[in-house]
């Protein structure tokens, strides 16, 4: 809100009589080395006697015939390597990243199928999922039947910006001041869906919620979305309302834009993301960034970013828990706990109304 490498492999040949290659034939069996294979060294710290560097007397293929040395990968009991006693450690292509694919180049770097499965039979501590959360909070329909919510709200949105720039006076009966909400209540929302006459504020807000908006309303659903962005419009009028003084010029300063909303919309985002264990540090990021903007600037209403910003958390929170308690057999008592939301909301206008 505002105040007004493709390329093919080159030739190579073993040197004849190196380590490992002992200048074989095709078809020709290899000699038994003696001096390594009668009486080998114990090992009695294989990661230290990993690193050692080969002598002359150990060279480095003896040292990568002994057992659980030089092979990060090996099975051996009682060792500290990765993939020791995991579940399917032997199977092919689990624990080993480097293994060749059945019946291909052994020398030929992975395809993208078995790096997929490598990584998901990667050994360490996995996340355990909260069968209450992980296992019933998934997205409520397919990415591909679209946005329409999102699409028709910034289509009005566009709608209304196009009526502000020719329709004389249309501007005033859509923004919202403290002072007229008292009388004219329909404008906490109306002003949710003005913006100012410049391009860039309408531009930046359409951009954020058409990128938010791809991910929630397919997660949410339709309804709920609608019901999201509506509370987080309302709350980012309240938020003006109760922050603002009678005795300033706050009270009669007029104020639009969507961010209200969008900021609802990031609100509830982060709330989600939280829950199933993605990565949040990026939408984190982004959100001090745009707090610090509405500080550091003039003109923008921080109070609205702050009140939806708030009432996404809230409404996310009710959303969540309704997925669980109808997860664990009770009730979905979703839109009840919605209009219980909406009627604090109001409680504390008409409270501010009537006190301050």
């Known amino acids: 809100m505002t105040n007004q490498s493709s390329g093919e492999y080159p030739d190579f040949e073993p040197p004849s009589g190196s380590p490992g290659w002992g200048g074989l034939s095709e078809g020709e069996a290899p000699a038994p080395q003696a001096a390594e294979t009668a009486n080998p060294a114990p090992v009695t710290d294989v990661w230290a006697a990993r690193n050692e560097a080969p002598t002359a007397q150990q060279p480095v293929a003896a040292s990568a015939n002994q057992p659980g040395v030089n092979q990060p990968w090996t099975n051996q009991p009682g060792t500290n390597q990765p993939g020791v006693n995991q579940p399917g450690a032997n199977q092919p292509g689990a624990n080993q990243p480097w293994a060749s694919q059945p019946g291909g180049d052994p020398w030929a770097p992975p395809s993208a199928e078995h790096a997929a499965t490598v990584r998901q039979h990667r050994p360490g501590p996995q996340r355990q999922d ?26 009005i949105c566009l709608a209304v910006w196009a009526a502000e720039l020719t329709i004389p006076q249309f501007f005033e009966r859509v923004m919202l001041t403290p002072r007229t909400g008292a009388l004219e209540p329909w404008r906490f929302i109306t002003s949710a869906f003005a913006h100012s006459f410049s391009f860039a504020h309408i531009a930046f807000n359409m951009y954020a919620l058409w990128i938010v908006g791809r991910i929630l309303e397919p997660f949410l659903g339709r309804m709920r979305f609608l019901a999201l962005y509506l509370v987080s419009a309302l709350a980012g009028g309240v938020g003006v309302v109760l922050l603002a003084s009678k005795s300033t010029m706050a009270w009669d300063t007029g104020v639009v834009g969507a961010s209200g909303a969008v900021f609802g919309l990031f609100g509830a985002l982060l ?39 708030l009432a996404g958390i809230a409404v996310s929170w009710i959303l969540i828990r309704n997925v669980q308690s109808v997860a664990g057999g009770g009730q979905d008592r979703t839109w009840w706990h919605m209009v219980g939301l909406t009627g604090l909301m109001v409680l504390a206008l008409l409270g501010k109304y009537a006190l301050f």
Do not use: Y
Request: charged share 10%.
């Open 271 to 309: 709330v989600i993301s939280r829950v199933t264990g993605s990565n949040t540090t990026s939408l984190v990021m982004l959100l001090l960034i745009n707090a610090a903007i509405g500080f550091l600037f003039p003109n923008i209403a921080w109070q609205a970013h702050l009140g939806g910003f």
């Open 130 to 155: 909260d069968p209450k959360t992980s296992a019933t909070i998934r997205p409520a329909s397919s990415p591909s039947r679209g946005t329409p919510i999102t699409w028709s709200i910034i289509g």
